[in-house]
């Protein structure tokens, strides 16, 4: 078998619905659609922990942040876990990182398994950016996804030989503070449709789910905008302008992002690589674009957990596949070892997903859902609540355990858990909480069930406080 080059290129933040072949209304993206076109785009990928280090952290290792580590943003990774790049390595694949790694540095925490490895510290730098090697530190002049990409082609043009590569190319962008290339300064200034749900008040959510700082009419600052709203404007009005300025900017790093992808396949076809490589586009997890009038992620509702991906390998997966089986970060691992023909460590949790789309997986062998959890409880920025739940292609449970952790200014006080159940099919949106409808007390059991079962499959625990099964919806 020929194995296969790999080149994933992950960016942080990119919401699934601002990608063309993602149905975006709000942007195109004709060099990441190319990829969807030669091979599959997968529609129902989530992230398994809506927060960048996390999501890393299982991409890497094909394991749930409990196992790996990587709960929060402030839990560095222990890095000699095995990973799929340090088994490709291992099985004689040259690897290397360049960007964004965001899962701690210094010793122990630096990328491991890697040939090369320039990464960005923590967040990094859009203009300029201070690049970290085994070597030291560095800066580059420079907008950083340009950068990024030149360091990836730079090491690809370095080989020689012919054993295959893999190469991570982690971008930073559209993270906040959603800092533009110069270039693209001038795109999207015509008025943004704002989202369907932009106006939901959140009435039938639980009292967790509205402690989130997220609100773009609230909580954007003046680092984000980059300028102060105009005077005189009503509150709707003026959340309106926020919108507007956050997606102006935040579209305009996804179109360098979108040029850097082509230049990457370009590079690919123009040496006659293409067929033999599996190639990879996808982001850290989704983000609320106005979505509910949020921007962030973090919440296990749709615009958050939905990841884009989109892979093509034109000797394994046909084009034009759309995949609509649930998949997760958590399988990334086994996949892409999966084409590697490289045995996957039996450490890795998840599943390879690559004989989805060749179409040779028993229905039966397909999963029912996939369990979330986000452990970053209450941080002083977001606010957003830690919680788990189960999603599956129909309905979706969250069960909000709140650790006890009291709001800034009001001492310290326990929040009882509270659940929400959403019904995917009819309500699609989530605007419409029914965990305690009458009309759902045997989805609300049936889900709780297999919440309790897919939690303990990960081998993780529920929370001591979520009261035993059956006494309480
Ligand atoms: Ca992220």
Not at 195 to 222: K, Q
Not at 298 to 306: D, G
Not at 437 to 452: G, H, K, N, S, T
Request: net charge negative; with cysteine; charged share 25%.
């Amino acid at each position: 078998m020929t194995r296969p080059n790999v080149v994933l290129i992950l960016t942080d933040d990119h919401a699934a619905h601002a990608i063309g072949a993602y149905g975006s209304v709000v942007n195109t993206t004709p060099r990441i659609d190319e990829i969807a076109e030669a091979g599959a785009l997968v529609e129902n990928c989530f992230a398994t922990n809506s927060l960048c280090s996390p999501s890393r952290a299982s991409i890497l290792t094909g394991t749930y942040s409990h196992i790996n580590g990587v709960t929060t943003l402030v839990t560095p990774i222990d890095a000699s876990q095995p990973s799929f790049v340090s088994q490709l390595k291992d099985a004689g694949y040259r690897t290397a990182i360049v960007g964004k790694w965001h899962m701690g540095d210094g010793d122990g925490h630096n990328p491991q398994g890697f040939d090369y490895w320039d990464v960005l510290i923590e967040q990094g730098e859009y203009v300029d950016p201070t690049f970290l090697t085994a070597g030291g530190l560095r800066t580059e002049k420079g907008y950083a996804t340009d950068l990024i990409t030149d360091l990836a082609l730079r090491w690809l043009e370095s080989l020689q030989g012919d054993e295959p590569w893999c190469v991570l190319i982690w971008h930073k962008a559209p993270h906040r503070p959603w800092q533009p290339a110069e270039r693209h300064a001038d795109l999207y200034r015509e008025p943004i449709a704002v989202p369907r749900t932009w106006e939901d008040d959140y009435s039938t959510r639980t009292s967790s789910a509205r402690r989130g700082a997220m609100r773009i009419a609230e909580h954007l600052n003046a680092e984000d905008l980059k300028a102060e709203p105009p005077a005189g404007l009503s509150y709707e009005d003026e959340a309106l302008w926020k919108y507007q300025r956050y997606m102006e900017d935040y579209l305009r790093c996804v179109e360098a992002v979108d040029e850097n992808v082509g230049r990457v396949t370009d590079w690919l076809r123009a040496r006659g690589e293409l067929d033999d490589t599996l190639v990879m586009y996808a982001s850290d997890q989704g983000f609320f674009l106005g979505d509910h009038g949020w921007f962030d992620k973090r919440f296990m509702y749709e615009e958050s957990i939905r990841m884009p991906l989109v892979m093509s390998y034109p000797r394994q997966i046909s084009a034009g596949i759309r995949h609509k089986g649930i998949v997760t970060n958590v399988d990334f691992a086994r996949t892409i070892l999966d084409a590697a023909g490289v045995k996957a460590s039996a450490r890795m949790q998840g599943r390879t997903f690559l004989p989805d789309l060749r179409g040779t997986t028993a229905a039966s062998d397909t999963p029912d859902g996939f369990y979330y959890r986000y452990w970053e409880h209450d941080d002083v920025f977001h606010r957003a609540p830690a919680h788990y739940g189960y999603r599956t292609a129909h309905h979706k449970l969250i069960y909000f355990y709140n650790d006890g952790l009291g709001l800034p200014g009001t001492g310290t006080f326990t929040y009882p858990g509270e659940w929400e159940l959403y019904d995917l099919d009819a309500d699609p949106d989530e605007l419409l909480n029914v965990a305690s409808d009458p009309a759902y007390a045997d989805v609300f059991a049936a889900m709780r069930l297999a919440l309790r079962a897919a939690q303990s499959e990960v081998g993780d625990e529920p929370h001591p406080s979520e009261p035993p099964l059956g006494t309480l919806r």
